[in-house]
């Protein structure tokens, strides 16, 4: 759990989980796994466990703590939806984002939306909670067209702001957004980044305009080397969804 968060889109990360296993080429170079893994074997650090799959009771309260609303970022070391976390655990996590600190904004990612397609846990949040509010945001990671089908579970489950991360960009994406919010895009970076065509970013950001989509252009990196603030035709990129708390 960090109070500011260096990923230029959330303004804070609440890790009630941690760990993870890859599912797809997206993963390849995951910065959440490559920075646990550092600290593997450090007796009483966070990540003595390294990268393993880990439940924090103790953290799921956390968002209660800070009163000023903020955008959070659930889970940037992990997967909500990992098939290892159980529903009772899932459902408290809505439970606090929902009820205990809903002043806060919510930036729920997962590269696993089937967990959400007609199944008993999307009957227990709605049973814990309600409808589905407006400031829990869910979001898919894409990064190359074969991943698209993740969009298609997104779309028919009940969140109202539906977002997409595209990154890391590994190539061209058509993209159907109908009900998509948000759509985000962004290159790989940091040791063996596999490099992103600016022409990729054009054509998001072409299909998030023609949508009335929302959109963010997170970062470029040249050679692996972040770029700062990148910029696309002469203009920096950085729509929200909504209105969203100050930082
Ligand atoms: S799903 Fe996300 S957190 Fe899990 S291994 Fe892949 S990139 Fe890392």
Redesign the pocket.
Known sequence: MSAHSSIEWTHATWNPVTG????SP??DH?Y??TFAERFRGVAGHPYQQGFDLRLWEARLDAPTRWKRPRLIFVNSM??LFHKDIPDHFIVQVFRTMAMLAPQHTYQVLT?RPSRLFNTPLVAQITQAIGPWPAHIWLGV?VENQASTWRVDKLRVTPAPVKFISAEPLLGPIQFNLDGIAWLIAGAESGHGARPMEEEWVRSLRDQATAAGCAFFYKQHAVRGRKLPVPVLDGKQWQQFPTEVPHA
């Open positions: 993870c296993t890859q599912v997206g993963c995951c959440a796994r992990s997967d590269k990671s």
